[in-house]
């Protein structure tokens, strides 16, 4: 038996390869599949289950796609709608794969479909738990992504608690975890940069899985501090459920390289957005006015579901020399399919070829060691619960998902300046805000970390 976590950092989610007697099944594929077809070659294996532990809100899945290239029967828990064909298991159906046995357990809760996959071992022993986005490390899903409207955030949190302590919690301590998503979802509030734990610790250390808690409690708790959900999921859940193009078609289509002055002739279309994802000391430096700074060097994808909101926005991309494609399907990944094409030689060849320029104002971390006293206007926009948990006296909050209607609240006289926690989000921050038109600001590069650092 061989059970691989394949983890794709950009989504901060885990996809899994499970391996037994050259039989193989997928758990929660991403949209490019090469990685599963490549894994099964090498040991002259066949796809025969791909099992998903909901639909999926916050990326597009790889199902539709494998299933095509491979045969493979596409498996999802009870109360699935989809628009193609798909094995709907029972609760407590088993699945047989090699010498090992898969149970499908209805979960609900994250959503009203939600289900944990339990693989039994070859002597019939629990072994593992796929949980999907019903528990994480540190955390479980949040309850209010369901898209049956009739069924309120606190029905879904009730679920998730029955869920949890009867079908989940009842199994022994020393069964691995393996979660949906790690620390950096918006599945969840608070998620540990752990992938893989045991239950028993879970038990321990996990605030959702305390024995003494009642329901209430488990529901006033799950659903407190919940930010709106992002713009982008139910499109996605739509796609998931209803199917997108293959990875090679999206390629064919949105690979297309646009010089200067055909990008400019673009650009008076209001409605097209200029995405530019190199990293922030670059955009910072020089960038096309009025462009969207969101870095290919961190969380890409849900950044730009976050900040743009509508996968069906026209992008022109602005990204280092090499990095095209990986720009366009990682795009792909949320959905993001309506890509123009990227500005052949960079923003150098802009630059050549007379287009306007501008730049940020960045102030830096070792000017601010008296901060805390100080009588600066600071906007923060990391979390609530980082804001929570350490900030200056005298910042004002808004968590980055939140800028673009909360520009009001930003209603400083003088001059302010920008920080996140490592300089990421503060520059994306920073272009939305040229977008709209303000610039009375500056960034602090390297954030609350490296201001820390030179008060210490």
């Given at each position: 038996?061989?059970?691989?976590?394949?983890?794709?950092?950009?989504?901060?989610?885990?996809?899994?390869?499970?391996?037994?007697?050259?039989?193989?099944?997928?758990?929660?594929?991403?949209?490019?599949?090469?990685?599963y077809l490549k894994r099964a070659a090498k040991t002259n294996s066949s796809i025969k289950y791909i099992f998903e532990t909901h639909i999926h809100a916050d990326f597009i899945s790889g199902h539709l796609n494998l299933a095509k290239k491979t045969g493979a029967e596409i498996v999802?828990?009870?109360?699935?709608?989809?628009?193609?064909?798909?094995?709907?298991?029972?609760?407590?159906?088993?699945?047989?794969?090699?010498?090992?046995?898969?149970?499908?357990?209805?979960?609900?809760?994250?959503?009203?479909?939600?289900?944990?996959?339990?693989?039994?071992?070859?002597?019939?022993?629990?072994?593992?738990?796929?949980?999907?986005?019903?528990?994480?490390?540190?955390?479980?899903?949040?309850?209010?992504?369901?898209?049956?409207?009739?069924?309120?955030?606190?029905?879904?949190?009730?679920?998730?608690?029955?869920?949890?302590?009867?079908?989940?919690?009842?199994?022994?301590?020393?069964?691995?975890?393996?979660?949906?998503?790690?620390?950096?979802?918006?599945?969840?509030?608070?998620?540990?940069?752990?992938?893989?734990?045991?239950?028993?610790?879970?038990?321990?250390?996990?605030?959702?899985?305390?024995?003494?808690?009642?329901?209430?409690?488990?529901?006033?708790?799950?659903?407190?501090?919940?930010?709106?959900?992002?713009?982008?999921?139910?499109?996605?859940?739509?796609?998931?459920?209803?199917?997108?193009?293959?990875?090679?078609?999206?390629?064919?289509?949105?690979?297309?390289?646009?010089?200067?002055?055909?990008?400019?002739?673009?650009?008076i279309d209001n409605n097209i957005v200029l995405l530019d994802v190199r990293g922030p000391a670059d955009f910072s430096d020089s960038h096309i006015p009025g462009s969207i700074f969101i870095g290919l060097d961190g969380r890409f994808a849900p950044w730009v579901g976050e900040v743009?909101?509508?996968?069906?926005?026209?992008?022109?991309?602005?990204?280092?020399?090499?990095?095209?494609?990986?720009?366009?399907?990682?795009?792909?990944?949320?959905?993001?399919?309506?890509?123009?094409?990227?500005?052949?030689?960079?923003?150098?060849?802009?630059?050549?070829?007379?287009?306007?320029?501008?730049?940020?104002?960045?102030?830096?971390?070792?000017?601010?060691?008296?901060?805390?006293?100080?009588?600066?206007?600071?906007?923060?926009?990391?979390?609530?619960?980082?804001?929570?948990?350490?900030?200056?006296?005298?910042?004002l909050n808004i968590p980055l998902p939140e800028l673009r209607s909360s520009l009001n609240k930003i209603n400083f006289k003088n001059k302010f300046y920008i920080h996140c926690k490592g300089g990421y989000r503060s520059m994306i921050a920073a272009s939305i805000l040229l977008s709209?038109?303000?610039?009375?600001?500056?960034?602090?590069?390297?954030?609350?970390?490296?201001?820390?650092?030179?008060?210490?």
């Amino acid at each position: 038996m061989k059970i691989e976590q394949i983890y794709t950092k950009c989504l901060s989610q885990g996809s899994y390869y499970i391996e037994s007697n050259n039989e193989v099944a997928i758990i929660d594929p991403i949209r490019e599949i090469d990685i599963y077809l490549k894994r099964a070659a090498k040991t002259n294996s066949s796809i025969k289950y791909i099992f998903e532990t909901h639909i999926h809100a916050d990326f597009i899945s790889g199902h539709l796609n494998l299933a095509k290239k491979t045969g493979a029967e596409i498996v999802f828990g009870p109360n699935t709608e989809t628009s193609f064909d798909t094995t709907i298991a029972n609760d407590y159906e088993e699945f047989i794969l090699g010498d090992i046995t898969i149970v499908a357990i209805h979960t609900p809760g994250h959503t009203i479909e939600s289900t944990t996959y339990l693989l039994r071992n070859s002597s019939g022993k629990d072994h593992a738990i796929f949980t999907g986005d019903t528990l994480f490390l540190g955390d479980v899903g949040r309850p209010d992504l369901s898209q049956k409207s009739i069924i309120s955030n606190k029905d879904l949190a009730s679920m998730l608690f029955d869920s949890l302590r009867n079908r989940i919690m009842t199994l022994s301590n020393e069964v691995i975890i393996y979660p949906g998503h790690g620390q950096g979802s918006s599945c969840g509030k608070d998620l540990s940069s752990e992938t893989i734990g045991k239950l028993g610790d879970q038990k321990k250390t996990n605030y959702a899985l305390r024995e003494d808690m009642t329901k209430d409690e488990f529901i006033n708790e799950v659903l407190d501090g919940l930010l709106d959900p992002p713009k982008y999921f139910p499109s996605n859940v739509l796609l998931n459920k209803k199917g997108y193009d293959e990875s090679y078609k999206i390629l064919n289509k949105n690979l297309n390289s646009l010089e200067p002055n055909e990008v400019k002739e673009k650009l008076i279309d209001n409605n097209i957005v200029l995405l530019d994802v190199r990293g922030p000391a670059d955009f910072s430096d020089s960038h096309i006015p009025g462009s969207i700074f969101i870095g290919l060097d961190g969380r890409f994808a849900p950044w730009v579901g976050e900040v743009l909101e509508n996968i069906y926005t026209s992008l022109i991309i602005i990204c280092p020399e090499g990095r095209e494609e990986e720009t366009v399907l990682r795009l792909s990944r949320v959905g993001f399919d309506n890509v123009l094409g990227y500005l052949n030689g960079g923003i150098k060849n802009w630059i050549k070829f007379g287009g306007s320029i501008a730049n940020i104002e960045n102030r830096q971390a070792s000017d601010f060691t008296d901060i805390k006293s100080s009588k600066e206007n600071i906007l923060d926009v990391r979390s609530n619960a980082e804001h929570k948990s350490e900030c200056f006296n005298n910042s004002l909050n808004i968590p980055l998902p939140e800028l673009r209607s909360s520009l009001n609240k930003i209603n400083f006289k003088n001059k302010f300046y920008i920080h996140c926690k490592g300089g990421y989000r503060s520059m994306i921050a920073a272009s939305i805000l040229l977008s709209k038109g303000i610039s009375e600001f500056a960034n602090i590069p390297g954030g609350f970390d490296k201001i820390k650092k030179f008060q210490s």
